[in-house]
Every structure is written in C-alpha cells, then in structure tokens.
C-alpha cells in the first residue's frame, strides 16, 4: 500500500530566510539585488511583518522573516552576466566571494546579506 498523499505539490512558492532587520534586509534586497517587493504584512505571531521579495517575473519568493541570520540558505539566484553582477556588487562594498568559473559549469559566486545569509548568484 503506497503512503504518499494524493494531493500533490504543485510548486515551490516561497523560501525563508531570517533576518535580525526587516527594513535593512528589504532595502538590500530590494535596493542593491534588484528584487521587488511583493507582499508587506504586519503578523504579531511573527513580531514583525511577513515580507516577500522576488525577481521580477519569479513564480519562487522569498520571504526575509524574524530570525538570527546568518543562515546558508542554498538560494541559487540567477543572473545573464554574473561576472559584471559581480563586479558591480564589490564595487558596492557588497560581501561577495571570488567568481568561479569550472569548465562546463556556469559562472557563479556567493555573496552575503547584511545578517550574514549566504545566497549565490549563478549565470
């Protein structure tokens, strides 16, 4: 007898990272990476708000809760020129690692919010 549920996942709609500073997370998000905000509600439960931001056209958001930070969160964002994005980013003072380029792998390098989170932005 299977035990998988009949219902299915249709998607991955949104994944969380914590933030100790809503608003400063929103601006880095929104202000330096370029995402836009979709959703700012205020949730007692949560002693902040539930924020959504995403890139424009995104079906996956992210939402940037009340946490520690800190966190490897394994986002994976994508960009058409990761090595100008790069550029652009440490010239910011933007906490990026070095670009990586391995044959028959696409040009990627992580980078961290202000909380520390770590995300990486691959071509």
Do not use: C
């Not at 998607?11 to 330096?32: C, S």
């Not at 205020?42 to 890139?55: D, K, T």
């Amino acid at each position: 007898m299977s035990t998988r549920v009949r219902t299915e996942i249709t998607g991955i709609r949104t994944v969380g990272v914590p933030v100790t500073d809503q608003d400063r997370a929103l601006d880095f998000y929104v202000g330096v990476l370029g995402l836009e905000k979709r959703l700012d509600a205020p949730v007692a439960q949560l002693g902040g708000r539930w924020i959504e931001v995403a890139p424009r056209g995104a079906a996956t958001s992210i939402a940037l809760v009340p946490g520690g930070g800190g966190a490897e969160t394994g986002i994976r964002l994508t960009a058409a020129d990761a090595a100008a994005l790069h550029g652009e980013l440490a010239a910011r003072g933007i906490d990026v690692d070095e670009l990586l380029r391995w044959p028959g792998v696409p040009p990627m390098f992580a980078l961290r919010d202000p909380d520390g989170n770590g995300l990486e932005i691959v071509e």
